[in-house]
Nanobody, 126 residues
Framework: QVQLVESGGGLVQAGGSLRLSCAAS????????MGWFRQAPGKEREFVAA????????DYSDSEKGRFTISRDNAKNTVYLQMNSLKPEDPAVYYC???????????????????WGQGTQVTVSS
């Protein structure tokens, strides 16, 4: 089993920043790509960002490119999402997830991830 615990969400003004963290425990973390997704009320879960096991490749959805940065610290079993220039359309529950297969590249499809955290709420005030 893998446990993923997100933290760092909260209320921020438009244009502000937040840094989300996802701490992993249980099975190996460092051999798997990791992803961040978000889900707003009434909408499907959508891809935000992903990172390979050693951080050499990252991928972002078009709306987040240039504003968000995904990173990881394998020594701490933690993946991060730095979110800058937050917009009114960014509020959602943000989830981190582990790709089901070790030693793969970044993937955007939620069904390719087998372990998920409980999510952390991000709210942006205008």
């Amino acid at each position: 089993q893998v446990q993923l615990v997100e933290s760092g969400g909260g209320l921020v003004q438009a244009g502000g920043s937040l840094r989300l963290s996802c701490a992993a425990s249980g099975r190996p973390f460092s051999s798997h790509a990791m992803g961040w997704f978000r889900q707003a009320p009434g909408k499907e879960r959508e891809f935000v960002a992903a990172i390979t096991l050693n951080g050499d490749i990252t991928d972002y959805s078009d709306s987040e490119k240039g504003r968000f940065t995904i990173s990881r610290d394998n020594a701490k079993n933690t993946v991060y999402l730095q979110m800058n220039s937050l917009k009114p359309e960014d509020p959602a529950v943000y989830y981190c997830a582990r790709h089901w297969r070790a030693y793969t590249t970044v993937v955007r499809t939620p069904t390719s991830y087998d372990y998920w955290g409980q999510g952390t709420q991000v709210t942006v005030s205008s």
